[in-house]
């Protein structure tokens, strides 16, 4: 069993960033594999970003890239978003998600693949 608590929300200007973080419990986070998602309001959640749990496998939906970065610390059983340049359609609650990964360079973009859910960091961009 892993908890994953998100933190790092907040309300920030357009332009500005925030980094997310997710702490997890459990002695084997080396292991999982991360994702952070996002759901605004009235939308279906979508994926924003995945990383190995080797950390050396990372990937990007195409509205994030070259702004957001996917990171994480196995010593300290987190895992990071650094958000920059955000935009007003930014605006979510954003979620971490964990799972065990296959592969050291196992990553996965869809939300079912994932076993554990945080409850959500809410990001408002405002224009």
């Known amino acids: 069993q892993v908890q994953l608590v998100e933190s790092g929300g907040g309300l920030v200007q357009a332009g500005g960033s925030l980094r997310l973080s997710c702490a997890a419990s459990?002695?084997?986070?080396?292991?999982?594999?991360m994702g952070w998602f996002r759901q605004a309001p009235g939308k279906e959640r979508e994926f924003v970003a995945a990383?190995?749990?080797?950390?050396?496998?990372?990937y990007y939906a195409d509205s994030v890239k070259g702004r957001f970065t996917i990171s994480r610390d196995n010593a300290k059983n987190t895992v990071y978003l650094q958000m920059n340049s955000l935009k007003p359609e930014d605006t979510a609650v954003y979620y971490c998600a964990a799972r065990v990964g296959y592969y050291s360079g196992s990553y996965y973009q869809r939300a079912y693949d994932y076993d554990y859910w945080g409850q959500g960091t809410q990001v408002t961009v405002s224009s």
């Open positions: 990383i190995s749990w080797s950390g050396g496998t990372t």
């Open positions: 459990g002695r084997t986070f080396s292991s999982y594999a």
